[in-house]
């Protein structure tokens, strides 16, 4: 396994085995309820309640971009005002001149819920830049929503925003009433996770010891590896993940280059050690990437406690109203997809827009995430309504890797990945990172989707994932294979491609799995399609057909070749498992003869390794190879009874063929100290392979 530092995902299940996570993120047994009106709270109850909950917020230490007032930014269009990006992105580093922030401000705004003693306090932050891995932006608004008892004076629900309604918040039910909020700001994204507990700069997802997590969020039952994470973005850097950060562009230049931002240079954006180019300018995933390390601290400047790096003034959004909008010319990023013929679709990102022209102004509820802590509130308060159902697409990426197991370039095994990628969903292009190795897409509309996922030095990962109201009862919609999505460094991806059109049937799915990996894709097929393989594996693809009949073929890609791995003319019934079997018994067969004569060379005196030329090792791996021989000829004939529409000698040939592969088992035991371990390996389990298919030609209608 990878080391992945404080998280790794298969072993978090010892470490936290009883830890109570047990709810299942996504989904809730209830209708959805609208909520109650809010109004808005203000003069001096609403800045006692700002000033008292005011959080403490951690900085990256590499970070450029800290909160602001966007005021001196502001300029008329159109008889609007508006803060345009160019005028906000080069006027702030132009203020920077000493590295002092310019004008550290945090803008609160506070609402109450009518008939209730329910009431929120918003704490909005500005920054006149974002850049990530995912996307880059003009303007970035942060927020983190304090709701709280006006009767009792107690906190009842943190909720600290994420990347985007698509990716869950960072929540925590009932926070400690004594404690000051504070918040572990994401590098360049800015995105905002909590610390509620004694470890003040760092993010803890999972109890360790006497200390409790930073989040209350609820983990996905449904795959085991996730059993007992709670699903939310978090702060990946500070959990041992590695993120590279891409470098924006703007109509095909770096954007530190235009024009309009003279006062701008690279220096200003996030560190070269953190950045690359593109996705694909990268054979292989980045292994030398910084983690976080806390830098300024912010606080506001009534907090009177520990002495901060910055203290920032506290100002009612009110103020800022006035502007209609934060605009600037739309940037972009590039995702490839996998397919037949390779394709690009171009994921855009604009402006955050204002806050105040945002739903969760008004109504702050409309940013919880979490259906459990939706619905703790909603039976202590009647102003908020129970959650509805949520529809998520849920995958745990790994990485493929050679298995040492394994022949060489004949085997994989997959392994946590290091290094945090993208998701998207083609159908809804606001693409999503990932956190601990998991992408989680959140409030994804009923239908069939293109799901893709691409990270640095990795090949794209792409597959169609279908979401049903009818799933949500069961948890998220997951994709990959049983919810883990394997992908594939560069430097070893090969493609595989399966073109339907040319099938005998209307082919539905395809399959590929490895002799040692196990499946490594499952997913629909309408159409040409593509799929990333770690060229040192072997292969068994498997497509199936509207009537449920299944073919399957052999794929041993060279991992040498520059060309694609191809399945032209796929198809299903007794003739293709049959000729696989041809094709998987003289693979081994060959393998099983060339360590044989192996052995011959070099035991050419007869006695090196204390058995004769004509007995000991030699007689049992040869009783293997004839064994494997005897396969090859009853498979063969097998197709031939099958392709000539013979139904009843296909099956007979078919029975011949089970009953030599006992044979093959029993010569395998007998082989087994004199044949290489790593051959040993793959026999058995492309014996296992080919008495699965052997049991599926025997049961095919189709011939």
Same mark, same amino acid.
């Given at each position: ?265 690279? =220096?200003? #954006?996030?560190? $070269?050690?953190?950045?690359?180019? &593109?996705?694909?300018? !990268?054979?292989?995933? @980045?292994?030398?990437? *910084? ?118 370039? =004949?085997? #994989?095994?997959? $392994?946590?990945?290091?290094?945090? &990628?993208?998701?998207? !969903?083609?159908?809804? @292009?606001?693409?999503? *990172? ?270």
């Amino acid at each position: 396994m990878t080391d992945r530092g404080a998280l790794s995902r298969r072993a978090v299940l010892q470490t936290v085995a009883g830890a109570g996570l047990a709810s299942v993120a996504g989904c809730s047994a209830f209708e959805g309820g609208s909520d109650d009106a809010a109004s808005t709270v203000e003069g001096e109850r609403a800045e006692e309640l700002a000033r008292r909950f005011a959080p403490t917020l951690y900085f990256d230490q590499a970070e450029p971009w800290f909160p602001t007032d966007p005021r001196p930014y502001t300029s008329e269009q159109d008889g609007e005002t508006v803060v345009d990006g160019f005028d906000a992105f080069d006027g702030y580093h132009e203020r920077m001149t000493e590295g002092e922030p310019p004008d550290p401000t945090a803008f609160y705004n506070v609402v109450e819920y009518e008939n209730s003693s329910l009431a929120v306090v918003q704490f909005w932050f500005y920054s006149a830049f974002d850049q990530f891995t995912t996307n880059f932006h003009w303007h970035d608004w942060e927020v983190l929503h304090v709701f709280v008892d006006t009767g009792t004076g107690d906190p009842q629900l943190y909720v600290a925003s994420s990347h985007s309604r698509k990716v869950p918040n960072n929540e925590f039910l009932d926070p400690d009433p004594e404690m000051v909020p504070r918040i572990l700001s994401e590098l360049g994204s800015h995105s905002s996770a909590l610390s509620v507990n004694d470890a003040r700069d760092r993010f803890t997802r999972l109890p360790e010891g006497d200390r409790f997590a930073d989040i209350t969020n609820s983990a996905v039952e449904t795959i085991e590896d996730l059993a007992e994470i709670p699903v939310a973005y978090g702060l990946p850097r500070d959990e041992g993940s590695r993120l590279p950060y891409l470098v924006p562009e703007y109509e095909g230049a770096p954007l530190y280059e235009h024009e309009r931002l003279p006062s701008v240079s690279r =220096e200003d #954006l996030i560190s $070269e050690s953190l950045t690359i180019r &593109s996705f694909d300018s !990268l054979t292989q995933p @980045p292994t030398d990437l *910084p983690t976080r390390e806390t830098g300024l601290v912010f606080q506001h400047t009534d907090r009177g406690e520990a002495d901060p790096d910055i203290e920032y003034d506290l100002v009612p959004s009110s103020e800022l109203e006035h502007i209609a909008d934060f605009t600037g010319p739309q940037l972009s990023f590039e995702f490839a997809v996998p397919q037949f013929a390779e394709d690009v679709v171009s994921g855009h990102i604009t402006t955050t827009g204002a806050p105040w022209n945002q739903p969760r102004y008004e109504n702050p509820a409309a940013d919880i995430s979490e259906p459990n802590h939706r619905a703790a509130l909603a039976e202590r308060y009647d102003a908020i309504g129970a959650p509805a159902e949520i529809r998520t697409v849920v995958a745990s990426l790994s990485e493929a890797v050679s298995n040492d197991d394994a022949p060489e370039d =004949e085997g #994989l095994t997959t $392994e946590d990945t290091a290094v945090e &990628s993208v998701a998207l !969903l083609e159908s809804d @292009p606001e693409a999503v *990172p990932t956190f601990s190795g998991l992408a989680v897409v959140q409030d994804v509309p009923e239908g069939d989707h293109r799901f893709t996922v691409n990270g640095a030095g990795v090949a794209p990962h792409s597959e169609t994932v279908s979401v049903h109201d009818s799933e949500s009862a069961d948890g998220p919609t997951r994709a990959g294979v049983d919810g883990e999505l394997p992908l594939v460094a560069r430097e070893n991806a090969t493609r595989l491609e399966v073109d339907p059109s040319g099938a005998d049937s209307d082919l539905t799915d395809l399959a590929v799995e490895d002799d040692f990996a196990g499946r490594l894709y499952d997913a629909p097929l309408s159409e040409p399609d593509a799929v990333y393989v770690h060229g040192g594996g072997a292969y068994t693809t498997e497509v199936r057909d509207s009537d449920d009949e299944i073919g399957a073929f052999r794929v041993n890609p060279n991992p040498e070749a520059d060309t694609a791995a191809q399945i032209e003319q796929p198809r299903t019934g007794k003739a293709s498992l049959a000729s696989f079997l041809v094709d998987i018994a003289e693979e081994t067969r060959e393998s099983v003869a060339d360590q044989m004569d192996g052995d011959s060379d070099d035991d050419d005196d007869g006695t090196e390794n204390g058995n004769s030329g004509s007995g000991g090792s030699e007689n049992a791996i040869q009783g293997l190879e004839r064994s494997l021989a005897a396969v090859v000829e009853a498979a063969k004939r097998a197709t031939e009874r099958a392709e000539a529409g013979d139904r009843g000698n296909a099956d007979k040939q078919l029975q011949a063929v089970a009953d030599r592969l006992q044979r093959v088992a029993t010569r395998i035991e007998d082989a087994n100290d004199d044949l290489s371990d790593p051959l040993s390996n793959a026999a058995r389990r492309r014996l296992d392979q080919a008495e699965r298919r052997t049991e599926q030609a025997q049961a095919a209608d189709k011939l």
